[in-house]
């Protein structure tokens, strides 16, 4: 049938350079009582933490932080919940990249709760969480993981036995996400490549993914058209340029937003494999695996005749997007396929996306890696010889 | 400075064919205790009712009803206010038009108080609404207003002191929308195609309003390329079309959901105007004046040069989109514009949208009307002469 989804609600947005400051006005509305829950060192290294701790003062707030480095673990989470389940917080904001963000926005969800994060995990624990929640500001300082607008907080536990897995509830998208640019200049090629990878990824994905609806399709294809002539001079040339970087956040949000809706397909299926089996940052593992990811859903789809071809078509969309093209009518599909995937590889390329092996990973890993990948909202199912063949060329 | 904009948060969406039941699932959810705010008759006479009140028996939920015929008044709100008061309600479902979903959100944001909703009415009242409410699920059986997914209702009061002004705060946004374009196939064309006008000029002076933003440009243009085929055959040949009415319950939400975010220009401006002093149908406000409006705004933003450009841009592009063209590269400016004027005054005219003069409006009104009018987000600023010539064109 015709016409047939349904879309979560999205948080209030405030979009545009200079704009952090609102959150002063915003937490009063909530009451008088604060956390904030930052990154490690950046936001206090750029002045930006002496401004938001002065502006507290002045409007006589409580205030209290806790810093996150790393991506979010249970233990860190459950810490955190312990200290401050008794001190009547009216509002808790996360200011950093998704890892604080998330660590956020699990701590709002956690507080109101008895026991340890582990036991609401998807896949880890049994019981389901109800949504209830502090309610939460995210003010993102990477443009990578769209978490600002996400209702999933992903937690990581590195091991045999780890996982990288979500907290998960529609009432988990923050209540405001706060997106400044200028919050993100400072941001070095280091962080900026994956992140940006990252967000791409998530537009590619949530585009071809068999969820995906008209809502969703408008919106990444509109984050696509802001991204593409930036995410590679964003990391160079253009690292201080504000309009640059808004349109990096921009794409980065709309990543998030429609992720929320329709789900991500194999490259974010390695993406939670990989990552809690190895210490490797989320964006590093998604712009690694994104071009080779994509060609092999490409050559599967062909394979398929017809069955395959509305999914090679929005593959084409996307590369007729990038190259400025916006009638999409008689397109010629197996050409635009070749114009996204030499894209997608050129980017690899200059962005210096490492390998896995840099992060200890070998081929002797493969099948553990392969048995913990779903395929997600893959556009087309995939074979284990397939996973290999991805895995083995970015090794 | 380029992308810096707010956007408000929307309701959680679920749309398609049958999907009505759904909220037997969602109440409990909130609890045991609702009220319907329903329409006159059409609901009952279709078996619709019925089903409701078996399937809350079946799962031994207190529901009451409450029925409102035309468009919510101030009595109307307060009187229901104060009937269920007391009744320590849990959610509230608003099903019919958009004067029942407005009525129904207006009822929600209400209880909580104990005055008047006059008071809270913009300029009309003195107070602001807090966005306190009883949780709120829209569910529209026409596709017109976009209702289910705004922040305000429009309370009207007809008569020389009659006004037609909004309660509005964010938090008015229902908490969920339920489209189910079954709802709408019995809906007749003399209440389909205004209401259809009325969707299309929400989702064209959403796309031309000075406020506008990626966000609300990628939804506007999704919902025109749903619409565009089916606003008159909906209305005729294709009124049992599920597909086709399902197109414009899809067009009239995306408009619901950017007029919220940027404001609509001159024709809701006189809608709101004359919708005070003259009893009225809404749509058949739009879609009387939209083709004649846009003539004005695309010949004054000619006559600006350079600074009119945009404006012009964009007005070309809704005439390009309508002709099924989607690359917008050199496209010429004056014959798209050509297009889109029209297409309005074909489908002015293939609806057979009323006249002023139906309503008992005449010249000697032309005065009172432009003095209670605002101009609201229209790109361009336009004269006295300019407002009397459009209304005039139409009486």
Same mark, same amino acid.
């Given at each position: 049938m015709f016409l047939d989804f349904n879309f979560s609600s999205i948080p209030h947005i405030i979009f545009g350079a200079g704009r952090l400051g609102e959150i002063y006005e915003i937490i009063p509305k909530f009451g008088n009582n604060v956390l904030y829950v930052i990154g490690g060192s950046s936001l206090k290294k750029s002045g930006k933490w002496d401004e938001i701790r002065y502006e507290m003062q002045k409007r006589a707030i409580n205030f209290s932080e806790i810093s996150v480095e790393g991506e979010p673990t249970p233990a860190l989470v459950d810490e955190a919940v312990e200290k401050f389940?008794?001190?009547?917080?009216d509002i808790i904001v996360g200011i950093g990249g998704g890892s604080v963000i998330d660590a956020g926005k699990a701590i709002s969800a956690m507080?109101?709760?008895?026991?340890?994060?582990k036991n609401y995990l998807? $896949?880890?624990?049994?019981k389901i969480h109800d949504g209830k929640k502090i309610p939460y500001i995210a003010v993102p300082t990477t443009s990578g993981t769209g978490s600002e607008a996400t209702k999933n907080a992903v937690i990581t536990e590195v091991g045999i036995e780890g996982f990288k897995k979500s907290l998960r509830h529609?009432?988990?998208?923050?209540?405001y996400a706060v997106i400044d640019p200028q919050l993100v200049i400072s941001c070095p090629k280091s962080v900026s490549a994956p992140c940006g990878m990252d967000a791409f990824t998530q537009l590619l994905e949530a585009y071809v993914s068999?969820?995906?609806?008209p809502i969703t399709d408008a919106l990444a294809k509109s984050g696509i058209k802001q991204m593409k002539d930036v995410i590679v001079p964003v990391c160079n040339e253009k690292a201080s340029n504000i309009t640059a970087r808004a349109a990096m956040a921009y794409g980065s949000l709309l990543s998030g937003i429609i992720l929320a809706n329709v789900g991500l397909g194999i490259v974010h299926g390695f993406a939670s494999s990989i990552g809690g089996l190895f210490n490797i940052p989320h964006g590093v593992v998604c712009g690694t695996l994104l071009a080779n990811s994509t060609k092999m859903n490409i050559k599967r789809l062909e394979q398929l005749g017809a069955e395959g071809e509305n999914g090679l078509l929005k593959y084409a969309i996307v590369g007729a997007l990038i190259t400025g093209k916006e009638s999409f009518e008689d397109i010629n599909v197996p050409h635009y396929c070749s114009v996204l995937l030499k894209t997608l590889e050129d980017w690899t390329k200059q962005l210096n996306i490492d390998r896995?092996?840099?992060? $200890?990973?070998?081929?002797?890993?493969i099948d553990d890696i392969i048995e913990k990948t779903s395929l997600k909202n893959n556009p087309i199912h995939l074979k284990i010889e397939d996973l290999s063949e991805i895995l083995i060329s970015r090794i």
């Open positions: 389940r008794n001190k009547k917080l507080i109101p709760k008895i026991d340890s994060i998807e $896949g880890v624990g049994n529609d009432n988990l998208i923050p209540n068999p969820k995906a609806n896995l092996s840099k992060y $200890g990973i070998t081929t002797t890993d």
